[in-house]
């Protein structure tokens, strides 16, 4: 399944719409062939990024919505996530070991996740006001290394 055009979908910034992306990217990639385990990941990516659109970004304000993006190529799939929000800061992945030792509070795990669970991201500020995580995954997970998790040099700017 390769889409000339990107599907968009739009929710509202409250908890419990990233189900509706979730469900949504699951099915594209059903189609596309993806493996249970993959779709799994790829859902708790998409999950993870809305959240944090929604709280972060769109400060769980209902009227603002987030948007999100998908882009099916032959060999993966690419998806967007965007609030229009100001975030919070810098990006940053948490330290397992201080969360354990209950240094850090037990949440902020959904940039460690997203990284671990989709094979390319990317945080950015979009120029018009708000920022986006653009994940992929692909269909043959052994694509090139280099490729992996890649980022953004902005990052510091994205919304956690």
Not at 45 to 72: M, Q, S, Y
Not at 96 to 116: C, D, S, V, Y
Request: charged residues 25%; hydrophobic residues 40%; contains cysteine.
């Amino acid at each position: 399944m390769s889409t000339t055009k990107p599907i968009e979908l739009h929710i509202p910034s409250a908890f419990g719409c990233e189900k509706v992306a979730m469900l949504q990217v699951a099915a594209v990639a059903e189609r596309m062939g993806f493996s249970r385990d993959r779709v799994e990941d790829l859902k708790t990516a998409v999950a993870e990024a809305c959240l944090n659109a929604i709280e972060h970004g769109n400060k769980l304000n209902r009227t603002i919505r987030v948007g999100i993006e998908l882009l099916a190529e032959e060999s993966q799939l690419m998806v967007s996530v965007s609030d229009q929000g100001e975030g919070v800061g810098e990006v940053r992945t948490p330290s397992i070991e201080a969360k354990i030792e209950g240094r850090e509070p037990p949440r902020g795990w959904g940039i460690f996740l997203i990284r671990n669970l989709v094979d390319e991201v990317q945080f950015s500020a979009k120029e018009c006001g708000g920022h986006e995580i653009r994940m992929v995954i692909h269909l043959d997970r052994t694509a090139p290394a280099p490729a992996r998790r890649s980022e953004n040099a902005g990052e510091g700017s994205g919304t956690p």
